[in-house]
Every structure is written in structure tokens, then in C-alpha cells.
């Protein structure tokens, strides 16, 4: 918002600068309604406003801060500006004060042919003063920036004219040629406008529609032919200059349909035609007897959308007001009918003319402009005169200030009539002409001009304010920033913004207390959650000058998200709960995250911090210290304001579970020979022995907890030699045991080191969190062995002594049942061999962190990788399930399509997997 304000400023400054340059400048030809002023001192612009008098004097801006120079607006036509200068010059903080001259060049176009358009300059000045006009606008686009476009209704145009081509006009939304309605305006393949006849985008050839068109465009200061009104507006050709009417209205429906589109794509699309001109009628039609109701309904039509219409009247000596004529008859105030002047500023003989139906002349004998052998030729005809004025109503539009601009796109119809007025009204008067025309005169460009830089739309109609946005149902989070939407009438000063917190009850509370009246601020949103407020902005020096929005909006206080993923936590050998918390509001802070939890099925919940970590917005606890058992819990986070969420929703009536200790599940298990196992011994007198079982594949990475044992005594051990145990990977020849990952003891044979129960010959072995990283397993085999040193063996069986199949190698299973060793002094019932009994336990590493970002329509789901060969994704709606597999991957990246889920939260869980 500021930066383009300051943009559009710094390009005036520029634009004065370049027209100060060598300035001839007259002591008449001044801005009306302003002044420029330099104080004494340092000045800022409410220094200027508390110095002046408010009932006189509006300051407006600084032109010059280092030189304290201001633009002063005179209030209400109270004083000239010659009163108002000497007024200020004895102001006591005032330096010096002056009128703001109008300067310029007085460059004339280099084009070669000019000199022969005596209808824009000539000595004898029966021209329109061209020159004149051209030092303070040559066309192109209104002071907002809009492309100007004239829509030429007539036979045919040279589109490909050397000094047409650039000004003619593109659709850029429109695609050549490939048969298909690209901007959905209703024609197909319009790129440069519409050929009624055939009803397709191509563009006959015709000199007529060449000749009128050079008259209002021809491309000017470029060392080509001839000169335009406009140097460098843009020309839409409409071909539908017919002598059927149906031919005609389909042309001035397509100008409709195009400034439709305008409006309201915002001019994205369409065109901002201003003004159509025409060269063709009905002789002595009486458009008010009811034959010919089609014509008043076009231009009234086209005049509600801003368009006015020149329309050049009869080629013979004959009273429109006595005789009729279509159009130039007709009633519809947004015609301006023209009829045709000579070089010594008389009617041209054979032109009609009348004192309530034709409201102007302009040159139209032996003009020189474009022809469609693409060089150029003279004419003569009221079809010369009339686009002198069609191509004056684009060149006014581009001389207007931002208060016209303003103006036009709040009320165009309004603004189009005021074009028409000002024309009218700034004619050069011309002896008898007051019997003739309308106006009395012949168009003036220059004073016409001169007329809509100093414009002001009336106050009891225009000056004003009006809140656009927020105006109405609209929600604003407090902490987010957002945009306050204005526009303006007729003010020239800067404008205070309030807001009513309970409308409309409530006191209105100032939010910015002077700001630039450019339609737009920004303002972080502030205050609690309440429904009936308000926004008002008002005039600084005006006050009266206000408007509030038209409706209630809402604040609301921020409210921040909880996540918890329970498939997540609790997994053997984690020991830690996770949730999320979003916080980004720069109001909002999370005061505490907390897990409230109970024994399964107990009464009062006990209760345990999470802190946040090194990821953002992830809080975490250790559950190590919990006993074993079952659980139920829930999470609860609270902000600053003391506002809370749970997980489950509706918590504790709605809770989630999760266990501490044996995790069965977890288990890998071998039971009846079909594992490998390999052993050896060294040999030698203390006859050592090692025996190992290879397991896998397993997913990787896999995290190795622990395993248990089943041993009985083959020989006495005398020795109570320690059982080693050790972790291999498979890395050795043939797939044998490799190289030893991680080693320690357990316990003896004989029971006594370790504290083997008697009876109960099996063991657990632990890989405790010391030697966790050397048991993050990346590969999907491993062996794991027992080995006895000395003279003691051992067979690592088991059997389950309570059923049919004792005997047999079964599970060790601590979940299940209980489990001996086989006594060993048995000669029946003895294991197999290979039946040796050793279970691990174990997981699957997941992810440790997902994170999930909106991009467009889509969700980008992110995670660090772990060395898993695949990831499983799955969503949920609800944190606790159940989860949707969506997609399987190799990458840690995946994009998933956008769904419309109203607002619906979406929970994503990815797991490591090998297929």
C-alpha cells in the first residue's frame, strides 16, 4: 500500500521535472482551486493543517520536504487564487506562495504531415488547439492506469496501417485463431474487435473506417504521416456500419458485452471503451415517434456503462430539429451529436445542423489522416467531425485527476455525462452557431482540458467516504493482519480510522489517528473475542465527512490447535509421549501441555509435563519411570489466556489407552528347527562353545531391545562358566556370522552367577540405552548367540511341561505361559536338535519426526529419514484413528492432493516398512 503511493508520487515528480524543462509558462495558465506554499521552518503536514485557516485551506501534501513546500487545496470555492496567494504571502510561517502554473515543452509531433492537419493547428486558429492540449495529456490511460479504448463503428479499417498498427487494440485474452472463446465474452477469436456482417473477428478493409480511425489515433511523434488526437490510445474496430439496423445493434452489442466484462472482471479482461464513434444514420428519422425505440435503448445501455457516444449527423443542409435524424435526433443524453466545420470556422454547407439536436461542430472539411492504401488522403464530411470529439472524450480521460478517476468507477454514468458537459461548455463560441448547435461553438481541445484537470464532482452528490471492507460478516483472528479497504470522494486531506467494539453501544476507539486517504491500511487485529464491531473512517479536517461499515463483523481471540498421535508413542523401548501444539500468533503463548493418566480402569487421573523440543511446536515426556501396566490418559494444553483443548475431544469422558512394560506383539520367534543356526567349538581343552540362530529379514532399521534364553546343563559346571551373549551381523562368508555388534553375559548354567531361578533354567538378556546406537540394525539379518566358556555345556531348549507336546522346542513367551527347562538326565523327551530356544524383541524405527505444510490446494508431507527401504503412510480425521493407508514410498517427501474437507483437521502417520 505505501510503497505503491509512493510510486505513483515519485512518477508525478518525474513527469513535472521533465515538463519544467525550457517551460514557456503563462501567467494565466494555472490549476485552479490550489496553491503552492513554502514555510518558513521545518513543517510536517499537520504543522501546515493547525497553521491555516480549515475554513479556507487544505493542505494536501508535501510536494518538497526539504524545501517544507506543500500543494494547498482551497476550500469550497471561498477564495481564488489570486485572493488566496496574497492571503497566505502574509501568512507569518509562510515564505512565499504561488498558483500552480501549468508548464510545458511546446513540442509539436514530428510527423511529416502534420503541417496540413490545419484542423489541429492553423493560424487563423478555426483549428482545435491541438498542441495546446497535447502539452498537458497526449492519451494512452487514466490516472489509475486503465487502458483508454475508442470503439470505431464502421465499415472496415487498414488494421496492419504503418500509423494505425500500434494503437490498434488487442484482446489479450483471446487466443488467434485456435476457434475457441478464450475470455468467454460470447465471440470467438475477437482479437482486435468484431465483423458484424460475417459475425467473426476478422476485420474487413474499408478507407472510411481507415480515415476515421487516423483522426483519433494515428499513432503521433513517430516521423510517420500524419498526427492523431490521441498518440497512443488504443482503437477497437467494430465493423457494423450497415444500412440495416439489426447489423448495427449486433456491433453495439459486442462494445456492450466487452465493457461488461471490464466492469466485472475488475479489468482484467474486456476493454474500457470510453466512447464509440459512428458515421451512419437514418435521414429524417424522428427517433421519439416510436419507429425507432432500438436506438435510444443502445446508447442509454452503453451510457449506463460509462460509454459515450459520437455521432456524426446528416450530410446535407437541413434542421435535425425540423426534420429528424437517427441517431443524431435521439433523446439519450449520452449521445453527442456533431455536425461539420470548414477551415474558416463555418458550417460546411452541406452538414445539418439544429439548436436542441446537435450539441457541437468540429473540423470535418478536407481533413488528411490514415487511408486504407496505408498512406494518407483527405476527406471531407460530418464523418470527419465526429471522431475529433470521440477522440477528445479519450484524451479528457486521460487528463483527469484521481478524484475523476475515483469518480468514473464509482458512478460511470454520471462521470461519462460530466466528459459530455465539459465539452460542451469549453467549445470556442462562433458567430451564429447559437441557432445551429447545442453548445453554440466548435470543439476546443485544449479548453476541454483545461476543464476536467480542474473538475470537482458536486458535493451534495460525490464528496464523501465509504467503507468497503470490513463491511459485514466478516471474521478477523486477533494477532493476524488485516486490510482496511476505503474509497473517497472529493477529499483531499488524510483520514482517521476508529473501530466500535460494541456497535452500537460501544465508544469508538481510534486505530490509526492520521493516515493517507489511499483506500487501504493495514491493521494487526486486536482485543478479545466480541461480534458487533465496526470500522469508521472520517475526514481528518472533516470530521462530518464519514462512514462506518454497513454491517457487524467478528474478532475472535486465536485459538490454537492440539495434536496427538497415540499410534506414535508408547512403542518398546521409546519410553516417551508427543504432542503438537500450533502457537504462531503473536498473541497467543501455550502456557503448559500436560498428559493426565490413570491405571486402566482406576479413578483419579495423575498427571505428567511435556516440554517442548528441538522440533517446533512438539512437546515430549519420558514415561520410563512409569510402572508397568495398562493405562488410560488423555492430553491437555492450556495458553495463556487460559483457554484449553484436549485430545480425545470431550476428555476424560472420552480417553485413550497405552501399556508400560512387556510389549508381546514386539516379539520375533523360532520354535522348530526351521531357523539357521550355526556353532562351533575352538577345539580345545576347555571345550568352548558357541551356538547362534540367525534371524531375519526383518524391516530395517530395526531396533534390537532384547531377547530371551532357554538353557539346560548337558555336563555339571563346575566352573559357573558365564553364558556370553553376543549380537553378529551376517556379514561373514556364505552368510555366516560376521562381525560381533554387541556383547555381554547372563547368568551361568549353574544357576549361581546371575541369579538364574532354580527350575526355571532361561533367561532375559537387556540391551540397555548405553548400547542402544551400536543395536539400531541396518541390515535385515543378524545372528544372535550364546556361547559357554570352559568345560561347562549346554542346549538351549524348551518344552512347555503342562501339555501334549512336552518335548518339542516351543516359544518362549512371557505374555503366554510359563516356560522350564527339559531336564537333561531324560532319556526320552529330549529336544531335537536345532530346536535351541532363543527369542529377540524388537522394532520397526519410525520416523522420528513428520511434519505436514499446506501448499495450495495440497498437503506436502515431510519426514526424516531412517533408513527404512519404504514408508506407509496413513491419515485420519481423528488423532486416535482410525488411519487410511494412502500411499507407500521410497522417498521422505510425499504430496497429497487437497481434499474439501470444510475445515476438517487431518492427521498423517508414517511407518517404516520393507514392503
Given at each position: ?8 508520487w ?20 494555472y ?28 493542505p ?182 450497415s ?15 466487452q ?15 470510453v ?7 437514418v ?20 451510457g ?11 450530410n ?20 453527442i ?102 453548445s ?28 468497503t471492507?470490513?463491511?459485514?460478516g ?13 474509497t ?43 461480534t ?18 454497513d454491517?457487524?463483523f ?12 497415540p ?10 509421549v ?10 497467543l ?37 512409569l ?48 531357523a ?9 581343552d576347555d ?8 534371524f ?48 555381554g ?14 527350575g ?32 561347562g ?10 501339555t501334549?507336546d ?23 523327551g ?8 532363543i ?21 506436502v ?6 533408513g ?13 484413528g482410525p ?10 517427501l ?15 502417520r ?6
Amino acid at each position: 500500500m505505501r510503497i505503491s503511493s509512493l510510486m505513483v508520487w515519485i512518477a508525478v515528480l518525474i513527469g513535472m521535472a521533465a515538463l519544467d524543462v525550457g517551460a514557456q509558462v503563462a501567467s494565466t495558465a494555472y490549476a485552479p482551486g490550489q496553491v503552492i506554499v513554502r514555510f518558513d521552518g521545518p513543517t510536517t503536514l499537520a504543522d501546515a493543517r493547525a497553521a491555516l485557516d480549515p475554513a479556507l485551506f487544505s493542505p494536501a501534501r508535501s510536494l518538497v520536504p526539504s524545501l517544507n513546500i506543500f500543494l494547498i487545496k482551497l476550500r469550497d470555492d471561498k477564495l481564488g487564487v489570486a485572493d488566496a496567494i496574497v492571503l497566505l504571502a502574509a501568512h507569518p510561517s509562510v515564505r512565499w506562495a504561488q498558483a500552480d502554473h501549468y508548464a510545458a515543452e511546446r513540442a509539436t509531433p514530428d510527423d511529416p504531415l502534420f503541417l496540413t492537419q490545419w484542423n489541429f493547428h492553423q493560424t487563423s486558429d478555426a483549428d482545435i488547439d491541438a498542441p495546446e492540449a497535447w502539452d498537458l495529456t497526449t492519451g494512452g490511460t487514466d490516472f489509475a492506469g486503465h487502458p483508454i479504448v475508442v470503439a470505431v463503428v464502421d465499415g472496415g479499417c487498414l488494421l496492419t496501417h504503418q500509423d494505425l498498427t500500434d494503437n490498434i487494440w488487442v484482446n489479450a485474452s483471446e487466443i488467434p485463431d485456435n476457434g475457441i472463446d478464450d475470455d468467454d465474452n460470447g465471440y470467438v477469436d475477437d482479437i482486435n474487435g468484431w465483423d458484424a456482417y460475417s459475425e467473426d473477428g476478422t476485420i474487413p478493409v474499408a478507407n472510411h473506417g481507415t480515415h476515421v480511425s487516423g483522426i483519433i489515433g494515428a499513432a503521433t511523434n513517430n516521423g510517420v504521416l500524419v498526427a492523431g488526437i490521441n498518440w497512443n490510445t488504443k482503437i477497437m474496430f467494430v465493423a457494423a456500419s450497415s444500412t440495416q439496423t439489426s447489423v448495427i445493434s449486433s456491433g453495439y452489442g459486442y462494445v456492450i458485452a466487452q465493457k461488461e466484462l471490464w466492469w466485472s472482471s475488475g479489468g482484467a479482461r474486456g476493454a474500457n471503451v470510453v466512447v464509440t464513434n459512428s458515421s451512419f444514420g437514418v435521414n429524417y428519422g424522428d427517433c421519439e415517434t416510436g419507429s425507432y425505440p432500438i436506438w435510444n435503448d443502445l446508447y442509454n445501455e452503453m451510457g449506463e456503462l460509462g460509454i459515450l457516444s459520437a455521432c456524426a449527423t446528416a450530410n446535407f443542409a437541413a434542421d435535425v430539429d425540423a426534420v429528424g435524424d437517427v441517431p443524431t435526433g435521439c433523446s439519450s443524453p449520452y449521445i453527442i451529436s456533431v455536425t461539420n466545420t470548414t477551415n474558416s470556422d463555418v458550417r460546411y454547407a452541406n452538414a445539418a445542423y439544429g439548436d436542441t439536436t446537435i450539441d457541437l461542430a468540429a473540423p470535418g472539411t478536407s481533413i488528411r489522416s490514415t487511408t486504407s492504401n496505408n498512406s494518407s488522403g483527405t476527406l471531407s464530411g460530418t464523418s470527419m467531425s465526429a471522431p475529433h470529439v470521440s477522440g477528445a472524450v479519450a484524451l479528457l480521460y486521460s487528463a483527469a485527476d484521481s478524484l475523476f478517476c475515483q469518480y468514473y468507477l464509482a458512478a460511470p454514468a454520471a462521470a461519462a455525462l460530466s466528459v459530455k458537459q465539459l465539452i460542451l461548455e469549453s467549445v470556442d463560441v462562433l458567430p451564429g452557431f447559437d441557432t445551429l448547435t447545442v453548445s453554440g461553438g466548435r470543439l476546443n481541445l485544449y479548453n476541454a482540458v483545461l476543464a476536467i484537470q480542474s473538475f470537482e464532482p458536486p458535493d451534495s452528490v460525490f464528496r464523501g467516504l465509504a467503507v468497503t471492507t470490513p463491511n459485514g460478516g466478516e471474521e478477523w483472528v486477533a494477532g493476524d493482519y488485516a486490510e482496511l479497504h476505503w474509497t473517497s470522494w472529493g477529499l483531499s486531506e488524510n483520514v482517521t480510522i476508529e473501530i466500535n467494539r460494541d456497535y452500537p453501544g460501544g465508544a469508538w476507539e481510534t486505530i490509526l489517528g492520521e493516515t493517507a486517504d489511499d483506500g487501504e491500511e493495514a491493521w494487526m487485529v486486536s482485543g478479545a473475542t466480541t461480534t458487533h464491531v465496526r470500522v469508521r473512517v472520517s475526514s481528518l479536517l472533516t470530521p462530518e465527512l464519514a462512514d462506518a461499515s454497513d454491517g457487524d463483523f467478528r474478532i475472535v481471540s486465536p485459538v490454537f490447535d492440539l495434536a496427538h498421535d497415540p499410534l506414535g508413542d508408547f512403542a518398546p523401548g521409546t519410553g516417551t509421549v508427543t504432542a503438537w501444539v500450533s502457537d504462531t500468533s503473536p498473541l497467543l503463548s501455550i502456557a503448559s501441555v500436560r498428559m493426565f493418566y490413570r491405571e486402566a480402569g482406576g479413578g483419579e487421573f495423575d498427571s505428567l509435563e511435556l516440554l517442548p523440543t528441538e522440533t517446533p511446536f512438539e512437546y515430549a515426556a519420558d514415561l520410563s519411570l512409569l510402572a508397568a501396566g495398562d493405562y488410560e490418559y488423555f492430553m491437555r494444553a492450556q495458553d495463556n489466556a487460559g483457554r484449553a483443548r484436549t485430545v480425545p475431544e470431550g476428555a476424560p469422558d472420552s480417553i485413550s489407552e497405552f501399556a508400560v512394560g512387556e510389549f508381546c506383539g514386539a516379539v520375533l520367534s523360532y520354535d522348530d528347527g526351521s531357523a539357521e543356526y550355526y556353532s562351533w567349538s575352538d577345539g580345545g581343552d576347555d571345550n568352548d562353545f558357541e551356538w547362534a540362530v540367525k534371524f531375519g529379514p526383518v524391516p530395517v532399521p530395526y531396533r534390537l531391545c532384547g531377547a530371551s534364553l532357554c538353557v539346560s546343563r548337558a555336563l555339571p559346571d563346575t566352573q559357573h562358566a558365564p553364558l556370553i551373549v553376543r549380537v553378529y551381523d551376517a556379514s561373514g562368508a556364505g552368510g555366516l556370522p560376521g562381525t560381533v555388534l554387541w556383547e555381554g553375559t547372563r547368568g551361568s548354567i549353574g544357576n549361581e552367577i546371575g541369579g538364574l531361578q532354580p527350575g526355571a533354567h532361561w533367561a532375559d538378556v537387556l540391551f540397555t540405552s548405553e548400547t542402544a546406537s551400536s543395536l539400531l540394525l541396518e541390515a535385515a539379518e543378524f545372528y544372535l548367540s550364546v556361547a559357554n566358556i570352559g568345560s561347562g555345556k549346554y542346549e538351549a531348549f524348551g518344552r512347555d511341561a503342562d501339555t501334549p507336546d512336552a518335548g518339542r522346542s516351543f516359544f518362549y513367551d512371557p505374555c503366554d505361559a510359563q516356560w522350564f527347562s527339559e531336564d537333561d538326565t531324560l532319556t526320552t523327551g529330549n529336544a531335537h536338535g536345532g530346536q535351541r530356544m532363543i527369542r529377540v524383541r524388537g522394532f520397526v524405527v519410525g520416523p522420528p519426526e513428520v511434519t505436514a505444510s499446506r501448499d495450495g490446494d495440497e498437503i506436502v508431507l515431510h519426514w526424516s529419514p531412517t533408513g527404512a527401504p519404504l514408508y506407509r503412510v496413513y491419515a485420519s480425521d481423528e488423532p486416535e484413528g482410525p488411519y487410511d493407508f494412502l500411499q507407500a514410498t521410497a522417498d521422505t517427501l510425499l504430496t497429497v492432493a487437497g481434499v474439501d474437507t470444510a475445515g476438517t483437521q487431518f492427521f498423517y502417520r508414517v511407518v517404516s516398512a520393507t514392503e
